[in-house]
Structures are given as structure tokens and as C-alpha cells.
């Protein structure tokens, strides 16, 4: 199902010849290598699991023991490379470029973006941990004496930082990767397509069947992690509550609600189901958020958030890459500090196309800014007062409350609720709170997945229903055989393992997102030393003069229907690219001028395609595109309210600029202005690629990007 938001127009969906991706006319399909590859090896793993949970458990057991001891820096290292890159991005005039092309805009406004933001990277475990988490560091820290002052700084901060700016940094490096690839090259919306300037066309291949698939697995146990964090805590919840016991078959119901609200929210789509539910998801955390710093006080609680932040920020450097080299808490590290990483890095397929999928026509910057700022700062205010209340409640005396707490995690909020007033309302606020957070997770995330197992024909669209369906119910029954094999335990064990893999592909990612920003650099400077010659051709004088700006005029003021695009197209487009696809075939090269008709307008479509050397080809196309007649138009138009324009799209994606109304002689002139733009890139290239010895080389233009092409 599409999107119903701006900009899955017909002019972002055509096929770019070069980069092989699926037309708009193709049906959705899945791809059989990664649906049955992934779909198998779930099932099989979940079935293992039940069937003989203790030789899991000892399995995973092994395999976790050797990644913490001989690839624990390795998480530290990768985590922080991550951070780098992608506040780098953010900070250069990288940041400048749009997830999509020049002239898209958001689909979303910023709350709905902000909240989608929100809902799809933090899951129920949020406040599973906003209690356990600064109580379990405070009563046993990696280093120091606990039950101080200095051990309730630490115990809040380890925790943001667990949840901080790290963690959303994969997230967001992923995001704009995918984005960016599938909205402004017309690749498909799938983890492969990032990796398209680095293995070229063989991402269509049996290698971007592997990278999908290695997502897919990692990114079905982070949500498991998730959801089973979910039915343990919401099972204590309804006990809480109304006197549910505890146990496998409430928790089993649990999973079954939760898999049938995913299925129906997934199925409804990104904007009816996913939308809806994390705009009420945030307005109710937001409520029970108020209620705690109301009924805890206000003045205390804030001193401790203010305090937090200062703490955050200046233990940050040294927390980042702090391996406890000399004496590690191995046990500490691979309940917390390993286990959040690759939990981070085991969500970041999932979210990253998630986020892709709402953030196109944001900049690089727009999206890295909100990615690491807004889902944060309520995480962080929402761990600081949840975290610097419980620790409260321990430093008045309550020491029971806080080993319950540390032992039993599941336990240690509804404990929260229940020291103060009205813990009936606040209690069952937070099952509500809860649910629509292992609810948004588990949509999403079968959203996602059905989406990496499907050919889709537009980065907005989304895979079959009976698909998101399968995923549903194929993690709820993940969930339930690693709560089978040790609970929680099991769940965040076996996320270190299925997170390590995918942890490589990112750099293999970072790698090719930073040879295409590179190409677009590149593009800018071919424009800048091209833009003399083509200022050059336009220095008319005479009677021409006169006729040409009258013209001008005349172009700016009307907005032409079907009818006059059409006689535009016969009279200056078609003539105008087939004399310089005749004369530049003449001068012996390789030239095609291709036509057809536009499904929306009625109106013909043409593009000229040169070819240069062996595999190079330089693209201009005309493209009619509907668009609003604006209010302030003057003079009498169709009876609806729209007008065509011809926008130029290039190989690298739609220009943005209209050329209706041209000469024919001004239209040959743009094209061949373009053309020398390409020639200029192309040397530019050559120089960057051919080593420093060359003269002009510049270090900074030394990538290939996905404009490459292979025969």
C-alpha cells in the first residue's frame, strides 16, 4: 500500500536505465531468496528453541562468552566510528543535500515526523529500564562503591548513555543512507541499495539478497528483545492491575494481542495505522511523564535533570570508549554496555528504513539534527525523572524496593507507581503506554520487513498485506521461544550474536554513502567551472533582444493545459533534441531521443541518452509535471486548477526548473549546456580517480559515486 503523502508522483518513479531499479509498472512481488532465507531460518531457530530450550540456552551461552572477550572493543570502536560519521555529515555541506530531489518536500509535518521519530526507535523498553536501569548501577556500578552520591550520578548517566545520541547516530546513519539512495537515485527502499556505489549492479543480485537478509534476521531479534521485554513487564502490569498471574500462558496472550493490533495497525499503512498510533503513543508518555514529576516534586527532580545533563555531557567522551581495560566488569558489560550496542545495531535496519521511509525531502542535516535530538531529549527527560525518582525512593530508606527492582526488572516501575498516590490511574496509564509501544514496534518492524522481502515499484510503497501479516506472527513466535529457552536474558544474549554480523555491513555502508556525497560534490564543482561557457551563449543583441524578452514575460505569466504542453512538445522539444541527437551523431557518438506518454497529463515524455566511452551515459529528459496554479495568477486558466510544466531530469534526478515556453534554439542551448556540465564532471573525475601526480587534482572529489554504470 502507497503512501498518500506528497511526492509519489509519476515523475519519481520511472525506471533510471542506469541503476537497474524496478518501473512503476511492475507488481509488487517478494524476492524469494530473502524471504524464504530469512522466513526459514526464523522458524527453524524458533522451533530449536522450544523444542530443546536448554541446548539453546547453551549454545548462545558459548557463542556470547567469546564475542564479549575477544570482541567487546570492537562494539566500543564501531559504536563511536558510527557517532562520527555521522555528526561529520550532518556538520559539512553534505548536509545541504535532500533525501530526494531538489525540489521534494517533507511528507509529514514536524510533529507527526517527530513522533514517528520517537514511536519507531524506542520500544516498551523504555520503561522497562527507566527504573532498573539507574537502580541496578547504582546498587552494583562497574566501578566504585555503590549506594553514594557518586553512584547515583553515574547510575542515571550510564543509563542516557545507553539510550543517548550513540545508539540514535545508527539509526540515523542508516536513514540517510537509504533515503538519500532510494529518493534521490531511484533505488529501491532496501538495505542493498546503500551499498550500490560499492558492488555496482550486483546489489540485484545474490549479494543484495545476503545484505537484506542479514538485516532482516538481526532486525526480527531486536524486536523480539523488545517484545519480550514488553510481555514480561505488561504481564506484571495486568497482575498489578487485575490479579493476572504470571507466567507462559498470560504471556502468550499477551503476544497474541500484541501480533493482532501490530497486524491491523501494519496493514492500515504508514499515514491510517503507524501515524496515528505513535502521535496518542506520545501524548500519553507525555501524561504519565507529568503525572511522575507532579507527584515526586518538581524542584528536586529538576536540579537532578539539570544535573544529569551536565554529567552527560562532560563524562560522555570518556564513557564512549570506556572498555574497562584494565579490571572489566565482564558480567556488567554484557548485560549493558554490549548488549545495548547491539541492540542499537540490530534495530538500525528496521529504523533506518523506517525513518527513510517518512523523511524524504528533509536535508541531511534536518534529518540528522531531529534524529538525534528529538527522540533524546524526551528520553532523556523521561529516564532522568523516572530513574532520579526510584533513586529517591531507595536514598529515603527503601532498600527492598530497589533489590526487587535490580532482580526482578519487570517489576521496578509498576514498584515506582505503587510509593505513590493514585497508583491505580498512573498504573494503568502506563499499561496503556506500554502496549502502544510494543504495538508501534511491532508494526513497524513487520512493516519494514515485508518491505526488504518485496520488489516494490516506488520507495513509497509498501509490500502485501499478507506479508507484514507473516512477520507479525513469525517474531511473536521468536519472542515466545527465547522467553521459552531464559527470558529477558536469552532475548538480549542472542541479540549480541545477531547484531555483530550486520555491524560490518554499516561500514560497508558508511563507505558507499561517503563515495556518493562525494559525486555530488563532485557535480557541483563541474556546474561552477561550466557556468562561464554557458553564461556565454546568452548575450543576445538586436531585434532578437526585444522578441526574447517579451517572451520571457509572456512565458512567466501563463500556465498552459494538456493542449499547449503538447504543441510545445511539437513544436520546439521533439525538433530541438532531434537535431542534436542528429548532429551529435554525426560527430560519432552513440545517441537515442526515446518518447512516451505520461500516464497522468496524457502528455509526451521525452529523453535524450548519449553514450559516452564504454559503460558512461549523460541523460536529459523532459518530464511534464502537474502542479497547482498559484493564487497569485493573473490571467484566465482551464477550469482546474492546475498547469503542466517541463521539468529537466538528468541522470542524477530532476533539476527542478521548467522549460516551457523556450525557443527551440533556447532549448538546444540548455541541453547542451548540461552536456558540457557532464563533460566537466566527467574530467573532473578523471583527474580525482587518476592519482595526485595529475595536475588540478583535488583529494576531496577522489570517490565514484552511483552514477557509475556497468555493461
Not at 527503601?398 to 498504573?427: C, D, H, I, K, W
Request: proline letters at 5%.
Amino acid at each position: 500500500m502507497a503512501s498518500n503523502g506528497k511526492g509519489g508522483g509519476n515523475a519519481e518513479t520511472e525506471a533510471d536505465g542506469g541503476t537497474g531499479q524496478i518501473t512503476a509498472s511492475e507488481d509488487i512481488r517478494i524476492k524469494p531468496v530473502v524471504f524464504f532465507g530469512s522466513a526459514g531460518l526464523v522458524l527453524a531457530i524458533s522451533i530449536w528453541a522450544i523444542i530443546t530450550p536448554s541446548g539453546a540456552q547453551d549454545v548462545i551461552g558459548v557463542v556470547v562468552g567469546w564475542i564479549s572477550t575477544g570482541l567487546g572493543w570492537y562494539y566500543f570502536l564501531a559504536a563511536t566510528l558510527y557517532l562520527a560519521f555521522v555528526v561529520f555529515i550532518g556538520a559539512s555541506r553534505y548536509g545541504n543535500l535532500k533525501l530526494g530531489p531538489k525540489h521534494s518536500t517533507p511528507d509529514f509535518g514536524l510533529f507527526a515526523w517527530g513522533a514517528m521519530l520517537f514511536a519507531a526507535g524506542i520500544g516498551i523498553d523504555l520503561m522497562f529500564f527507566a527504573v532498573s536501569g539507574p537502580v541496578s548501577h547504582y546498587l552494583a556500578p562497574p566501578e566504585g562503591r555503590g549506594q553514594t552520591v557518586e553512584a547515583a550520578r553515574q547510575a542515571v548517566v550510564w543509563t542516557l548513555f545507553h539510550y543517548g545520541i550513540t545508539g540514535w547516530a545508527m539509526y540515523a546513519l542508516m536513514g540517510m543512507a537509504l533515503g538519500y539512495f532510494a529518493f534521490r537515485y531511484r533505488l529501491p527502499l532496501a538495505i542493498r541499495s546503500a551499498l550500490y556505489p560499492i558492488i555496482g549492479r550486483r546489489i540485484h543480485g545474490r549479494i543484495g539478497d545476503a545484505v537484506d537478509l542479514a538485516a532482516i534476521l538481526g532486525t526480527v531479534f531486536g524486536i523480539s528483545v523488545s517484545l519480550g521485554i514488553g510481555v514480561v513487564q505488561l504481564n506484571f502490569g495486568l497482575g498489578f492491575l487485575f490479579d493476572v498471574p504470571e507466567g507462559v500462558a498470560a504471556q502468550i496472550g499477551l503476544i497474541f494481542v500484541a501480533v493482532l493490533m501490530a497486524t491491523v495497525s501494519a496493514a492500515a499503512g504508514v499515514d491510517r495505522g503507524i501515524r496515528r498510533l505513535s502521535e496518542l503513543n506520545v501524548v500519553l508518555a507525555l501524561v504519565l511523564l507529568l503525572y511522575m514529576l507532579i507527584v515526586t516534586g518538581p524542584i528536586q527532580l529538576l536540579n537532578q535533570l539539570i544535573l544529569n545533563i551536565g554529567d552527560y555531557v562532560s563524562r560522555f567522551p570518556s564513557m564512549t570508549l570506556n572498555t574497562f581495560g584494565y579490571e572489566p566488569p565482564t558480567d556488567w558489560l554484557n548485560a549493558w554496555t554490549l548488549f545495548f550496542w547491539a541492540w542499537w545495531v540490530a534495530w538500525a535496519p528496521f529504523v533506518g528504513l523506517f525513518l527513510a521511509r517518512i523523511s524524504r525531502g528533509r536535508s541531511l542535516r534536518q534529518f540528522v539534527l531531529a534524529t538525534l535530538v528529538i527522540p533524546f531529549v524526551f528520553t532523556l527527560i523521561f529516564l532522568s525523572v523516572f530513574g532520579n525518582s526510584a533513586l529517591q525512593v531507595i536514598r529515603g530508606g527503601n532498600v527492598r524496593f530497589g533489590e526487587t527492582a535490580m532482580e526482578f526488572p519487570e517489576q521496578g516501575f509498576y514498584g515506582l507507581l505503587a510509593q505513590y498516590p493514585g497508583a491505580a490511574f498512573s498504573a494503568g496509564l502506563a499499561t496503556v503506554v506500554g502496549l502502544l509501544l510494543y504495538v508501534t514496534s511491532a508494526d513497524s518492524g513487520a512493516l519494514v520487513m515485508g518491505n526488504l522481502c518485496s520488489h516494490l515499484p516506488t520507495p513509497v510503497s509498501d509490500s502485501a498485506p499478507w506479508l507484514r501479516v507473516f512477520w507479525a506472527a513469525a517474531t511473536g513466535l521468536l519472542t515466545l521461544a527465547m522467553l521459552l529457552v531464559g527470558g529477558v536474558e536469552a532475548l538480549t544474549s542472542a541479540t549480541i550474536v545477531m547484531g555483530l554480523p550486520f555491524s560490518f555491513v554499516m561500514f560497508l555502508i558508511i563507505a558507499g554513502l561517503y563515495k556518493a556525497l562525494r559525486l555530488e560534490r563532485m557535480r557541483e564543482d563541474a556546474l561552477i567551472a561550466a557556468l562561464p561557457g554557458s553564461l556565454s551563449g546568452r548575450t543576445i543583441r538586436g531585434p532578437v533582444a526585444e522578441r526574447t524578452w517579451r517572451r520571457r514575460i509572456a512565458r512567466a505569466m501563463s500556465f498552459p493545459g494538456p493542449r499547449a504542453a503538447t504543441r510545445f512538445v511539437d513544436e520546439v522539444c521533439r525538433p530541438a533534441l532531434g537535431k542534436v541527437a542528429d548532429e551529435l551523431r554525426a560527430q560519432g557518438a552513440r545517441t537515442s531521443v526515446t518518447e512516451e506518454t505520461d500516464e497522468t497529463s496524457g502528455v509526451p515524455r521525452l529523453a535524450l541518452q548519449v553514450g559516452i566511452g564504454d559503460g558512461e551515459q549523460f541523460v536529459y529528459g523532459l518530464e511534464p509535471v502537474e502542479t497547482p496554479t498559484p493564487q497569485f495568477a493573473t490571467r484566465s486558466v482551464p477550469a482546474h486548477d492546475t498547469y503542466l510544466r517541463f521539468e529537466v531530469r538528468l541522470a542524477e534526478g530532476n533539476q527542478g526548473y521548467d522549460v516551457m515556453g523556450y525557443t527551440e534554439e533556447q532549448l538546444i542551448a540548455d541541453v547542451l549546456d548540461q552536456y558540457e556540465r557532464h563533460f566537466e564532471f566527467l574530467r573532473l573525475h578523471h583527474e580525482a580517480t587518476a592519482g595526485s601526480s595529475l595536475p588540478g587534482h583535488r583529494p576531496d572529489t577522489a570517490e565514484t559515486g552511483p552514477d557509475e554504470r556497468e555493461d
